[in-house]
């Protein structure tokens, strides 16, 4: 079975500045993918990251980037130059056999 | 393509009610998931199906919980005598295969 642990409840951090957001990660397949999704609290989950098991360099997608340490089942989500608007619960998921299984999430507050 | 579809957005109902919701995914997308979400929790996974089969049903999804695709497209999910512990934020997911999981708004339901 498939396990994500995200241990920050909530995260502060000023405008422009970096943060990161913790999420570890148990699994017994060899062949797995990790996710991260940022929800407002207007509820849609949005998708910003993805890492694949077997992907040799970290991921990137503009001010998103994951450090990926796969000895350590660490994923750790790292957001550059911090905007207001990023204020939002962000979920760590790890992509299952047929499904993707969710931690309990970060709740980010982004202050000017 | 306008994305994953939920209806309604917002459900408020009584005890004992029934109520049904329906997800409208991605045309291409074969597969469809369905997730429950509450308060201060990640998104835990209820079923998920495979064109028009269901192929995997979670122990949440007790005997009152209903979920059905026929034609492999649109897909409701029904909850029969609703309990105030049903109180949550109802997800829908498609993807085409193991490939990119797109969710819609979800469906927001509170049982009084």
């Known amino acids: 079975a498939q396990k994500i642990t995200q241990t920050q409840p909530g995260m502060f951090v000023q405008e422009k500045e970096a943060v990161t957001l913790d999420c570890t990660y148990d699994t017994s397949d060899q062949s797995y993918g990790l996710f991260w999704y940022k929800q407002p609290s207007s509820g849609e989950m949005i998708f910003l990251i993805y890492q694949g098991s077997y992907d040799e360099q970290n991921a990137t997608e503009g001010r998103y980037s994951l450090n990926f340490q796969k000895a350590r089942k660490s994923a750790n989500l790292v957001i550059s130059a911090s905007q207001l608007g990023d204020s939002a619960m962000y979920f760590c998921a790890m992509r299952g056999f047929q499904k993707l299984v969710f931690g309990t999430g970060t709740r980010l507050l982004v202050s000017p | 393509d306008t994305g994953v579809s939920q209806n309604p957005r917002h459900k408020i109902t009584k005890r004992g009610q029934n109520v049904t919701f329906r997800c409208d995914p991605i045309?291409?997308?074969?597969?469809l998931y369905w997730y429950r979400q509450t308060l201060g929790q990640g998104p835990e996974f209820l079923t998920y199906f495979q064109n028009e089969a269901q192929l995997e049903k979670s122990r949440l999804l007790s005997d009152r919980f209903s979920a059905e695709r026929p034609k492999g497209s649109f897909s409701t999910l029904e909850i029969q005598r609703t309990e105030q512990g049903d109180s949550a934020m109802y997800l829908c997911a498609s993807s085409f295969d193991r490939d990119g999981y797109t969710f819609g708004s979800g469906t927001r339901l509170t049982v009084v």
């Open positions: 045309s291409e997308h074969n597969r």
